[in-house]
């Protein structure tokens, strides 16, 4: 049976072709649209008769990476992850998500010079935070810079997940929401803000108070 494409438009005014059954399966904000616009269900619907499809709010770059998860996941079985014992086990490695996810994820990480990061974070005392003076935070530039640097590296990606709950493309959300939770998975709160580029913007009194009144106890509990 022949493959049947239609054509998208990014909001950049660009095109790009997907399969119309990855379309319908996974961009569901979007064929939920098209569905009240004709009845895809019927055999003799004309979906050229469709075209152009209405534009997508998204950039081109955003789109491509859409399009890219939505047919992949047409053609290959979802994979299933890790039972809850075994996840127990890991101490290291990626969880709940598989090598193709991990590969996706990582090629849309932009280029980054980790050796100059390394080096800004030694410059601001190996601390993700400003300095107060009275009510004032003070961001050192070297670790503005270290921020610019992360937001860079993270940006399509960031950038995609957006686009995905735009357009409910739920595996995709989860996919991204699953790989920053691996990032982020056994560090300290120092750790996932050099991680992830963040300032903490407490002041250190405020941060120790907070660390002291949260739960830690976080293993899973049967029902």
């Known amino acids: 049976m022949a493959i049947v494409k239609v054509t998208l438009t990014s909001e950049n005014d660009e095109t790009r ?21 004709a009845d895809l269900n019927d055999k003799e619907c004309d979906l050229s008769s469709l075209e152009p499809l209405p534009k997508m709010h998204v ?54 010079d980790q050796e100059k990061y390394d080096e800004l974070y030694s410059k601001i005392g190996s601390s993700m935070t400003g300095t107060w003076e009275g009510e004032n ?10 921020v610019d640097m992360r937001g860079t590296e993270l940006h399509l990606l960031c950038q995609t997940l957006e686009g995905a709950n735009k357009y409910d493309v739920k595996g995709l959300m989860l996919l991204i929401a699953r790989y920053f939770a691996n990032i982020i998975y056994g560090k300290t709160p120092e750790e996932i803000r050099y991680a992830l580029g963040i300032i903490g913007d407490f002041k250190k ?13 976080c293993e899973e509990k049967d029902d």
Not at 205 to 217: A, S, Y
């Open 205 to 217: 009194e405020e941060e120790e108070e907070i660390l002291k009144n949260i739960d830690w106890n």
């Open 59 to 112: 950039v081109t770059s955003i789109l491509e990476q859409i399009i890219s998860y939505s047919e992949f996941h047409i053609h290959n079985m979802e994979v299933e992850p890790d039972d809850k014992e075994t996840q127990r086990k890991k101490k290291d490695g990626w969880h709940w998500l598989s090598e193709w996810d991990i590969k996706f994820c990582d090629d849309m990480r932009d280029k980054f």
């Open 17 to 37: 072709e997907i399969e119309f059954d990855a379309l319908m399966q996974h961009i569901t904000g979007y064929s939920d649209m098209l569905e009240g616009i």
């Open 137 to 146: 935070m003070i961001i050192d530039p070297n670790l503005q810079e270290m």
